[in-house]
């Protein structure tokens, strides 16, 4: 685990990333000026990582959705991510995978689709992966949502998330 990384709130596939500082999560990123948003939070043993879409680093039009063909962005490349006091990295696409690989299976180009931004240490400890809570208009309800228990599929590893 990278230092000054929390346990509890950086899982290793956790729903709903962002670079709190004082902010809901679900972060904007943007790579070469092309606007996404965050979706996950990874680590391994030294590093955090926020999910985003493959095709937000691609260099092809609004509809070039196959990873097999459309060219994208290097690893390494900077990222902006909200919040964040110094820009992520590319670390990895799964476009450019399925390129190296010769990937030709037409649903696996068209739907693998994601991308890895690694944090800078200087902001991984701020990384915040739980889930917003969209609700309703305002004043809607006076309650809040009831604590849930989550799980990932094929693991045991389960964790208790207020929606609230």
């Not at 230092?3 to 596939?13: E, F, I």
């Not at 979706?39 to 879409?53: M, R, T």
């Not at 305002?138 to 964790?159: D, E, L």
Request: charged share 15%.
């Amino acid at each position: 685990m990278h230092a000054g990384v929390d346990r509890q709130r950086v899982g290793r596939a956790d729903v709903g990333a962002g670079v709190e500082r004082g902010h809901p999560s679900g972060r904007q990123t943007v790579t070469n000026g092309g606007q996404c948003t965050s979706n996950f939070v990874f680590y391994d043993a030294s590093s955090v990582y926020l999910g985003q879409a493959a095709h937000c680093s691609s260099e092809g039009g609004q509809t070039d959705t196959n990873g097999c063909t459309t060219q994208s962005l290097p690893i390494g490349t900077p990222v902006e991510v909200m919040g964040a006091s110094k820009p992520g990295t590319l670390a990895y696409n799964s476009w450019l995978t399925m390129q190296q690989q010769g990937e030709t299976n037409a649903d696996t180009c068209a739907f693998n689709d994601l991308a890895l931004i690694k944090i800078d240490p200087a902001d991984a400890s701020e990384v915040n992966p739980s889930i917003p809570f969209w609700g309703g208009r305002p004043g809607s309800t006076t309650r809040s949502a009831p604590v849930r228990r989550c799980c990932r599929t094929g693991t045991r590893r389960c964790a208790s998330a207020s929606l609230s």
